[in-house]
């Protein structure tokens, strides 16, 4: 039978890319975790690593294992969680990973109700882009995670995962709050010839899509995923943007101008590891964050 500690050393080893960073990340010492993963090749039957230089990898094997680690380690959290959910909201913690305009804007509002209703349950913040906080979902880091979708699909195993949509978030393009250009200011054909801030590859894939519609594809001259930069650039002169609503909310710089985008739009979501339902105390968080989202007008910010 497999040891569910040997198994999360090996996810922390095929997480951080060598046993010394692995050993670092679990607080063991390395002599540790290579005797833990000695007796897991032991318990499994196979080669599991094998030298590499100075170092170690995986093999196929090992990798095929690690994933399913994961897996199991998530699914141990939850039940772990159900069962101290018996105990009530006396007392019990939520971690959630949320991108920055979330955190900035649902989060403490969420946070803040949480608080008021359950001020025995503690509530732990993280920022991650959608892509990482799925991943820090499956390895049982985190216990909710805010996460938000385009047209496109969000990259990401979402296996056993349940994901709740909160709101649907308006896209704006932000240009200059001086600048004047001939034609309408909610389409992007009208800036085809301007330079553009982009930012993460899943934004730039984004906007990428929506200029090839517009007929064009975006000069892209600066790369940023600060919505507070994008919108000094743009404010200095130097290109255009689209940002969502949230971002805007979190902070609006006097010198751009906001445009809604009328045929675009992205989903922002709740998700949890497992089945319904989840722990007593990610339930309540997740109770306020819908209150914050159903009360958060999809109008200009």
């Known amino acids: 039978m497999l040891d569910l500690t040997r198994l999360r050393v090996l996810v922390a ?98 946070a803040a109700l949480l608080a008021g209703d359950h001020p025995g349950v503690e509530l732990a913040l993280s920022e991650a882009e959608p892509p990482e906080a799925l991943a820090a979902l499956r390895s049982a880091e985190v216990d909710a995670a805010l996460i938000f979708d385009h047209d496109e699909p969000l990259p990401g195993d979402r296996r056993n995962t349940t994901v709740t949509p909160l709101l649907h978030e308006p896209m704006y393009v932000v240009t200059p709050g001086g600048a004047r250009w001939e034609g309408p200011m909610t389409s992007l054909a009208t800036f085809g010839g301007e330079n553009w801030i982009a930012g993460c590859e899943r934004c730039r894939t984004h906007l990428s899509a929506l200029c090839a519609r517009a007929g064009f594809a975006p000069r892209i001259t600066f790369e940023t995923d600060d919505y507070v930069a994008v919108q000094a650039l743009v404010a200095a002169g130097l290109g255009v943007g689209v940002l969502p609503g949230l971002a805007l909310r979190a902070h609006r710089h006097p010198g751009v101008r906001a445009d809604r985008l009328p045929e675009d739009r992205r989903c922002v979501s709740l998700a949890i590891y497992g089945r319904p339902p989840a722990a007593l105390p990610v339930q309540a968080f997740a109770a306020a964050l819908r209150a914050v989202a159903d009360r958060t007008e999809p109008s200009d910010p």
């Open 13 to 110: 080893v095929a997480r951080e890319g060598s046993v010394t960073a692995a050993a670092e990340a679990l607080h063991y010492a390395q002599p540790s975790v290579s005797h833990h993963l000695a007796k897991l090749e032991a318990e499994a039957g196979v080669v599991l690593v094998r030298r590499a230089g100075r170092g170690i990898v995986l093999t196929d094997a090992g990798r095929l294992l690690a994933a399913r680690a994961e897996e199991i380690l998530g699914q141990v959290k939850a039940a772990q969680a159900e069962l101290a959910a018996h105990a009530g909201l006396a007392t019990g913690r939520v971690r959630l990973a949320a991108f920055p305009s979330a955190l900035a804007t649902l989060v403490p509002a969420a």
